[in-house]
């Protein structure tokens, strides 16, 4: 029986991963990135999820409560609000954001803004990858399906917004860091409005509307740009 939950969750890991790196490779199928680079970005982006989860350990340090499902428990709007907005989004965009400018940023393949977005996304997918090894488990039914298959996409569409404009900076011979300065907090508070969203139920369904328009801005960047190159 564990043999079968063990095999369940890691289809249930693996299967939406391959399918959402596959639909953002689609998109840049005019220059289409390497697939081993793309398994390369998800695995930096796994990492990226174990070393955040030692960062939200490290946060009672300092008098913060360690995660967010934790704070939901307690009931507090405001200070849901806050964690998710001040130390959820920040934190978990930043940890992803890391190993895309450290290891993927400074690659000469990462030649146009489309780029950004597929590596960007790559790592996402992999940072999601590895939070629904701690979530899927405590899951069933339809909770369990909603995450295993929304959680990588919604992780990708927050980072696709750093990755497109720091990307389109580099590509443009513009500042990186103040692209990043700039996408970075902006793919954060999405992050943190989309946390709050999801755990209220008079408002989650605008946690699909969000998540609607920010895919439908990721689609029209991308069209903008191949029909300009």
């Keep these: 029986m564990e043999d079968v939950l063990i095999w369940k969750i890691l289809a249930s890991i693996i299967g939406p991963a391959i399918f959402w790196i596959g639909y953002f490779y689609y998109k840049d199928r005019r220059q289409p990135e390497p697939l081993v680079n ?42 849901i609000f806050l964690y998710s907005l001040g130390i959820v989004g920040p934190l978990e965009e930043l940890f992803k954001f890391l190993p895309f400018a450290l290891f993927i940023l400074r690659r000469r393949d990462v030649d146009e803004p489309a780029d950004g977005v ?15 090894l701690g979530y899927l488990p405590l ?17 990708a569409l927050f980072s696709s917004i750093w990755g497109y404009f ?51 801005l990721i689609i029209y960047l991308l069209e903008k740009h191949r029909q300009s190159a």
């Design 118 to 132: 597929v590596y960007a996304s790559s790592v996402a997918i992999g940072f999601a990858s590895f939070e629904n």
């Design 139 to 155: 899951m069933t039914g339809l909770a369990f399906f909603g995450r295993a298959v929304a959680s990588p996409l919604t992780h």
């Design 166 to 216: 720091v990307a389109r900076a580099k590509v443009k011979g513009q500042s990186v860091l103040l692209a990043a300065l700039f996408s970075l907090p902006l793919a954060a508070v999405f992050h943190g409005l989309f946390n709050v969203l999801t755990v209220s139920n008079y408002l989650r369904i605008f946690s699909a509307i969000l998540v609607l328009l920010l895919w439908l």
């Design 38 to 79: 793309l398994l390369e970005a998800f695995c930096l982006g796994f990492l990226a999820g174990f070393v955040c989860f030692q960062a939200y350990g490290a946060l009672p340090w300092i008098g913060l409560p360690q995660g967010f499902n934790l704070v939901v428990s307690r009931g507090q709007a405001r200070e």
